[in-house]
């Protein structure tokens, strides 16, 4: 499994999984019908973490143009010191998760 969902009761198994195997954590959570939260942690990882972070601020700034998205809360997105949480359409939540973790692995593996 690639991602959770925050209120998904195997999350302390799923993030354990991800201890185990050396991949990263990936949760989800909906914070409207509209949108969802993608949460991304990969600290416990020897990675250049502010690489990382402004590669997906660049990749999201391209989503948010492509599908004309506008959200009164990505603004705030920004302001994280490391860019690890941002909001999608649902639709397309659970293919930009699978997606991420894909991403996160190859650099992980370097």
Sequence with gaps: MKFIYKNDKGKDDHWKQCEKNHAPFIELNRVSNECI????????????????????????????????FSNPMIKDLYDQYYFFNFIVKSEHAEFLAEKLYDYLLFRLNG
């Excluded at 942690?41 to 601020?57: A, R, V």
């Design 37 to 68: 939260n993608v949460f991304y942690d990969i600290t416990n990882y020897q990675l250049d973490l502010e690489e990382i972070s402004n590669d997906i601020k660049g990749l999201y700034s391209a989503y948010i143009e492509f599908f004309m």
